[in-house]
Nanobody, 123 residues
Framework: VQLQASGGGLVQTGGSLKLSCAASGRTISSIGIGWFRQPLGKQREFVAHINWSSEAIYYSDSAKGRFTISKDNNKNTVYLQMNSLNTEDTAVYYC?????????????????WGQGTQVIVYS
């Protein structure tokens, strides 16, 4: 397994969760890791991205101010700390790796995906 996402679960509105994405194999040579989410019946959408070799970090508008992406290069792991969760954050969350950079965060720019972890936020 080259990308292993974990940390999802059931949380009440206003609560927090921390997702992890453990990279192995060739994903270590990628430019960086992105987090995406896919609500039931909707398209997959970008959440956040971080590069392995720099401090470059990017967020979607919905994630700014509430979510924090970070990395531990020693553990080859990327994290997504999610605070102030609301029901609209309910989705399957995926991490993915990319090897080419063009400044876009379309899912098609990411060529290797983890299996996803379910986040359910209830009111």
């Amino acid at each position: 397994v080259q990308l292993q996402a974990s940390g999802g679960g059931l949380v009440q509105t206003g609560g927090s969760l921390k997702l992890s994405c453990a990279a192995s194999g060739r994903t270590i040579s990628s430019i960086g890791i992105g987090w995406f989410r896919q609500p039931l019946g909707k398209q997959r959408e970008f959440v956040a991205h971080i590069n392995w070799s720099s401090e470059a970090i990017y967020y979607s508008d919905s994630a700014k101010g509430r979510f924090t992406i970070s990395k531990d290069n020693n553990k080859n792991t990327v994290y997504l700390q999610m605070n102030s969760l609301n029901t609209e954050d309910t989705a399957v969350y995926y991490c993915a790796a990319r090897w080419r950079w063009d400044g876009r965060f379309d899912p098609r720019q990411y060529s290797l995906w983890g299996q996803g972890t379910q986040v359910i936020v209830y009111s």
